[in-house]
C-alpha cells in the first residue's frame, strides 16, 4: 500500500510540475496578447475580431506581425525560461513543492483572469447570446437589387470612390462639428461642406454611423458596396476558406458590370488581405493593382515595401496615371481606391507628412492624407474627363488607433466621413440626415446619376431622396442589437460552407494562379495575358493553355499555349483579329497541366477592350 501511494504521489508531483510549465507558457502569453489586442484595437469588437481570428494571415502587415512577436512572444518566452530555470534550480529544495504549487495557482489565475477580463470587454456572452438568436430585422427590411428597377441615364457618369482608412468627422475642431479642439484636416472639412455630407443647412459636417459587422476595413467594405453587414455563421467568417464571398448578393460592382463599366480596385496593401480580392474579383470583375501587382509589373522595386505595403504618396501617383489610361477607353469606369497611411498604430510618417502637431504622429499623418487628398481631388477636377465624373471620399470605420481618440467627449458622436463630389442628382431634402455606411451603396448609384425604384437598396437609402433610412426610422441601438443577432436570409446569401477545413485543405493542395489581362493594344489588336503567381504544382509544369472566345456558345473559342519567361510568368499577345464579337469583351479561361499529366482550371476573366 505505501509503495501504491508513494507511486500516486510521486504522479501527482510529476503533473504538478508539468502543470506549471504549461501554465509558465499559457499565462503570459494570454496576458501580454490580451495587453497588445486592446492597445491596438481600442473599439475591438467580437464580430471583428473572429474575422480575423479566423482569417489567413496572408496580406497581414510585416510590421504588425513584427510587434506581436516583440511586445508578446518575445516576453512570453523570457518569463517561460526564466520560470523553467528556477523550477530545475529549485527542484531539490525543501520548499519547492510549496513554491511549485503558489506558482502554478497564480499561473492559473493569471490565465484565467485574462480570459476573463477579456470576455468581459469584447462583451462575449452578449456575443454568443446574438449568434444563438435569429432575429428578422434584415429579412424584413432588406430591399434585393435584382428586384428594383434602375435606370441609368443614357451618358454614364464615371465613378471614383475613395475608402479612407479611418477617417472620422472627429478629426475636425468642434467649431466644424468635430471633436477636438485643432482642426486636423482642415482640407477634408472644407470638401465635406463645399460639397455634400448630408448635414442639410448645418456648416458642421455629417457622416455615416459604423453599424455591428461593418467596422473594419472587409465589413466596411462590404457595407458601402451591398448595404449589408459582414455577420456569418462560420465565427464572423473566413471568407478565404470559401469559394464564393456573398455569392447571392447583388452589389454595387455586379451592377456596374452588367451596365458596361470598367472597375478597378487599386491598393497599396495586399488585396488578399481579409477577402477583398475575392469580394472585388467575384462582384464585379475588377482588376487588382495591389501592392503584389505593383512590385511584378515594375510600378514599385520588387523589393520595395513600407508599412502595409506602399504609401499613399505613391498611390495618389499610380491613381492619376490610371484614370489617364481609363478615360482615354471609351466605356464607363470605377476606380475604387483605399488609402493605408492612416491605418493603426499612429499611422506611416511619408516624407511629405508635416510636423504640424509636434510629437502626435497620428495628428501628422492625418493632416498629410487631408492635404494629399485635396490635391488629388484638384487634379482630377482639372481633367476633361471630370464633367461626368462623380468622386465619393467616405471612411471605411472609425479609427482603430489605441488612444488618439482618448481626448474627445464621450457623448461625441464619432462618425465616418463622407462627402459626395459633382453628383450627378440633385438633394430633394434640406435637412441633416442620421445615417448609416448602408445608406451609402443606393446613395452611391443616385450620385451616378441612376433612377432607384423606391429610393433603397440593401438595408440602405438614397440620401439624396427623402426616403427615411433605417437609422432614422428605428435609432441607433437598436438597429444595432438587431444586427447583431442572426438572419436566415444573410445566411441564404452567404451561402457558407460550413466544412472550411476541407477546402482550406483543397485551397492549399491543388494548382492555383492569378491570370491577368493586361491594356489591349487596339491598334494592332494584340491583348496581353499572363498567368503568375503560380502555386501549389508538386509535379512541374507540363504546360498551361487559355480557351478564349467572345460567343455565348463559344462557337468562335480558340485554344492558345502560354510561353514562359525568364521570372516564371507565363504570357502571350493574344492576336484578336479572327475574332468577330468583341463588344462586350473577350472570355479568357486558363488551364495548367502538371507532369502527371493531370489538368487544372486556375482562372477565368473577361477583357472588356473599351469598344
Not at 434585393?144 to 479611418?166: C, G, H, M, T, W
Request: proline share 2%; with cysteine.
Amino acid at each position: 500500500m505505501k509503495k501504491v501511494n508513494k507511486i500516486l504521489l510521486k504522479t501527482a508531483v510529476v503533473l504538478e510540475v508539468l502543470l506549471t510549465a504549461v501554465f509558465a507558457f499559457i499565462a503570459p502569453l494570454l496576458l501580454f496578447s490580451a495587453w497588445w489586442m486592446f492597445r491596438t484595437w481600442n473599439n475591438l469588437t467580437m464580430d471583428e475580431l473572429m474575422f480575423h481570428l479566423t482569417g489567413p494571415l496572408e496580406g497581414t502587415s510585416s510590421d504588425m506581425i513584427k510587434e506581436y512577436l516583440l511586445q508578446c512572444a518575445l516576453p512570453t518566452l523570457v518569463i517561460f525560461v526564466a520560470l523553467i530555470i528556477s523550477i530545475v534550480i529549485l527542484r531539490k529544495r525543501k520548499f519547492f513543492y510549496l513554491f511549485d504549487g503558489v506558482l502554478l495557482v497564480g499561473l492559473i489565475l493569471v490565465s484565467f483572469g485574462t480570459v476573463y477580463t477579456t470576455a468581459d470587454k469584447l462583451d462575449l456572452a452578449d456575443y454568443l447570446e446574438s449568434q444563438g438568436t435569429y432575429s428578422e430585422f434584415i429579412d424584413t427590411n432588406y430591399i434585393d437589387p435584382s428586384e428594383v428597377a434602375l435606370n441609368f441615364p443614357k451618358q454614364k457618369r464615371n465613378l471614383i470612390y475613395i475608402f479612407l482608412e479611418s477617417m472620422e468627422t472627429t478629426y475636425t475642431d468642434k467649431e466644424n462639428g468635430g471633436g477636438v479642439s485643432q482642426n486636423i484636416i482642415p482640407e477634408l472639412a472644407e470638401i465635406a461642406q463645399e460639397n455634400e455630407d448630408f448635414s442639410g443647412d448645418n456648416m458642421k459636417i455629417n457622416g455615416a454611423h459604423a453599424m455591428q459587422g461593418t467596422t473594419w476595413t472587409m465589413g466596411a467594405m462590404f457595407a458601402h458596396t451591398s448595404g449589408l453587414p459582414l455577420n456569418i455563421s462560420i465565427g464572423e467568417n473566413s471568407m478565404d476558406t470559401q469559394e464564393s464571398f456573398f455569392g447571392e448578393a447583388v452589389t454595387l460592382g455586379d451592377i456596374l458590370y452588367e451596365e458596361g463599366y470598367s472597375q478597378t480596385l487599386l491598393l497599396g496593401s495586399d488585396a488578399t488581405f481579409g477577402g477583398r480580392r475575392l469580394y472585388f474579383t467575384e462582384h464585379g470583375n475588377y482588376d487588382i493593382i495591389d501592392y503584389n501587382y505593383a512590385r511584378e509589373s515594375g510600378m514599385i522595386p520588387e523589393d520595395y515595401g513600407v508599412w502595409w505595403g506602399y504609401e499613399d504618396q505613391k498611390l495618389f501617383q499610380f491613381a492619376k496615371e490610371k484614370l489617364i489610361e481609363l478615360a482615354g477607353q471609351g466605356s464607363p469606369f470605377n476606380l475604387t481606391m483605399l488609402t493605408v497611411d492612416t491605418h493603426f498604430e499612429d499611422g506611416y510618417l511619408c516624407e511629405r507628412c508635416p510636423d504640424t502637431f509636434g510629437d502626435d504622429q497620428y495628428a501628422n499623418v492625418l493632416a498629410c492624407s487631408s492635404a494629399q487628398l485635396k490635391e488629388f481631388i484638384e487634379w482630377v477636377q482639372q481633367q476633361d474627363f471630370y464633367k461626368n465624373t462623380t468622386i465619393v471620399l467616405v471612411g471605411d470605420h472609425l479609427t482603430m488607433d489605441s488612444n488618439f481618440c482618448d481626448v474627445v467627449s464621450g457623448d461625441y458622436d464619432r462618425k465616418t466621413y463622407v462627402s459626395y463630389i459633382n453628383a450627378g442628382v440633385e438633394k430633394q431634402s434640406s435637412t441633416e440626415r442620421l445615417y448609416s455606411t448602408f445608406d451609402l451603396f443606393p446613395t452611391t448609384l443616385a450620385a451616378l446619376g441612376v433612377e432607384i425604384e423606391g429610393n433603397r437598396l440593401g438595408l440602405g437609402a438614397n440620401l439624396f431622396s427623402a426616403e427615411e433610412t433605417l437609422t432614422e426610422k428605428y435609432g441607433i441601438d437598436y438597429e444595432n442589437k438587431e444586427l447583431k443577432k442572426r438572419s436566415k436570409l444573410l445566411d441564404q446569401l452567404a451561402n457558407i460552407n460550413e466544412n472550411s477545413l476541407k477546402l482550406i485543405y483543397q485551397k492549399n493542395s491543388i494548382p492555383s494562379a492569378k491570370l491577368m489581362t493586361e491594356e489591349y493594344q487596339q491598334e494592332i489588336g494584340i491583348l496581353p495575358i499572363s498567368v503568375r503567381e503560380i502555386k501549389n504544382v508538386k509535379n512541374g509544369i507540363s504546360s498551361i493553355v487559355l480557351c478564349i472566345w467572345t460567343k455565348d456558345d463559344k462557337s468562335d473559342s480558340q485554344w492558345v499555349q502560354l510561353e514562359e519567361n525568364e521570372s516564371g510568368i507565363y504570357s502571350v499577345n493574344f492576336n484578336t483579329y479572327p475574332l468577330e464579337n468583341m463588344k462586350t469583351g473577350i472570355h479568357v479561361q486558363a488551364y495548367l497541366t502538371d507532369g502527371n499529366g493531370e489538368t487544372y482550371f486556375i482562372g477565368e476573366k473577361l477583357a472588356r477592350l473599351g469598344k
